[in-house]
């Protein structure tokens, strides 16, 4: 197994695929819990619109009416604890109807899509943090989403404290314990080497302006 940039094996996972054929834009977005994902999802929405760009808003999980159900079963704290495989499952259940359903046909209109959350969290989470295995989820994200990575993805990195400290923590994910949310974000730490080509980090400290104009920063680099 070929060791994979800045030394960390990347045991397999396959490099840069993007939206191939498919004209439009996806853009991700990525953090721990609180670090402003959907705060800057809407402002850049709206900085694009503002520039004439028709921007597709995606959550995750969700999005569609299945996957708005399973989103039920994964965040209601009801559910109680699921097996990390189960979690993994249905994750890309999820993404899987939104990218067929939704994200797909956005970008092969040529839209800017703008996912709040993609395939990192589930790398992340399920992954590393459930002990799933970095390269089993990756390659069921890769049958989900048939290969559609982001042609860009923001990182937006703060303590997890902090985060933690601007939500109110009532979702099933959310609750889990510190260390938990420490090993997330020390795995998108890793997944920032492995996926540099496509993956920026952006500091989500300070008021939302002043994140937002880091997040367009790098933006405008790509969209014209
Ligand atoms: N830069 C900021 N400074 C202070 N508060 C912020 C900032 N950005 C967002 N907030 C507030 O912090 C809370 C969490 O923000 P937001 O929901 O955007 O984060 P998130 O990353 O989407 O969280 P989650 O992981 O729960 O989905 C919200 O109440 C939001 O209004
Ligand atoms: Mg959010």
């Not at 994979?4 to 840069?16: E, K, Y």
């Not at 890769?142 to 979702?171: H, Y």
């Amino acid at each position: 197994m070929d060791d994979g940039i800045l030394g960390i094996s990347t045991g397999g996972l396959s490099p840069f695929k993007g939206t191939g054929e498919l004209k439009g834009t996806l853009i991700s977005l990525e953090g721990c819990e609180g670090s402003g994902k959907s705060t800057q999802a809407e402002m850049l929405k709206g900085y694009l619109e503002e520039r004439g760009k028709t921007v597709t808003l995606v959550r995750e999980p969700g999005g569609t009416d299945a996957g708005e159900r399973i989103r039920e079963i994964l965040l209601d704290p009801q559910t109680g604890e699921l097996a990390p495989i189960a979690e993994a499952l249905l994750f890309a259940a999820a993404r899987a109807q939104l990218v067929r359903d939704v994200i797909r046909p956005a970008l092969r209109e040529g839209n800017i899509v703008v996912a709040d959350r993609y395939t990192d969290s589930s790398l992340a989470y399920q992954g590393v943090a459930r002990g799933c295995g970095l390269e089993a989820v990756k390659n069921l994200n890769d049958w989900a989403t048939g290969d559609l990575e982001p042609n860009l993805t923001v990182f937006l990195d703060m303590s997890v404290k902090d985060g933690l400290a601007r939500v109110r923590g009532e979702d099933r994910i959310e609750q889990e314990e510190l260390a938990f949310h420490e090993n997330v974000r020390y795995a998108y730490s890793m997944l920032i080497r492995i996926f540099s080509y496509r993956m920026v980090v952006v500091d989500a400290r300070g008021g939302p302006e002043d994140v937002h104009d880091r997040v367009i920063s790098h933006i405008s680099r790509m969209v014209v």
